[in-house]
C-alpha cells in the first residue's frame, strides 16, 4: 500500500542535513518520491509543542523545545509502498547508542554520538537527528501538522 511518512531532521543538525537526507534517499529500496526539502529557520512554538506533546511529561520536554526554538530544522514527506517502515529501519532506533551496537548502517549510528542516558541524565534534549512519522495514523497527524511547509 501506498504511503507518506513525514521526515524532519532536527535541530543542531543543519551541518548534516543534506547529507542524512542523501543517506536516507540512496538507502531506500524501491520506488518512492519525496517533496522539496523546505529548511525551516524559525518553528513556530506552538507547531512545535504539539509536535513534542508526547514527550510533555518528560523532564527534556522544555528542552527540546526550546532547541527547536533556537535552531532551523529540515522537512520532507516521502511517498511510496510501505514507506513508514522502510524510512524508520533507515533512521534507526530512537537512542543513538542503540542503533551503533544494532543498526550501525542506520542514520542515527552514522550521524550523532549522543545517547538516551546522557541526554536523561543531563536533562536535556537528545540529539538523535532524525524524526520519522511511525505508522499511518501518525504520518497523517505529523503532515497535517507541518502543512504550511510542505
Known amino acids: 500500500m501506498e504511503e507518506k511518512s513525514l521526515v524532519l531532521i532536527k535541530p543542531e543538525n543543519e551541518c548534516i542535513a543534506l547529507d542524512a537526507i542523501d543517506y536516507l534517499d540512496e538507502n531506500l529500496k524501491g520506488d518512492f518520491s519525496r517533496t522539496m526539502l523546505m529548511q525551516i529557520y524559525r518553528v513556530p512554538e506552538r507547531l512545535i509543542r504539539e509536535h513534542c506533546r508526547n514527550i510533555k511529561h518528560l523532564p527534556c520536554y522544555e528542552n527540546t523545545v526550546q532547541a527547536f526554538l533556537r535552531e532551523s530544522i529540515f522537512l ?43 541526554a536523561a541524565r543531563e536533562g536535556r534534549y537528545l ?24
Request: hydrophobic share 35%; proline share 6%.
Open 76 to 118: 520532507t514527506c516521502y511517498t511510496g509502498e510501505g514507506i513508514i517502515s522502510r524510512v524508520r529501519f533507515i533512521a534507526g532506533p530512537t537512542d543513538p547508542i542503540v542503533a551503533k551496537r544494532d543498526f550501525p548502517e542506520s542514520i542515527r549510528a552514522q550521524f550523532t554520538n549522543d545517547s538516551l542516558e546522557a
Open 127 to 150: 540529539n538523535n537527528v532524525i524524526h520519522a512519522s511511525r505508522n499511518p495514523e501518525e504520518s497523517r497527524e505529523d503532515r497535517y501538522l507541518w502543512r504550511e511547509f510542505l
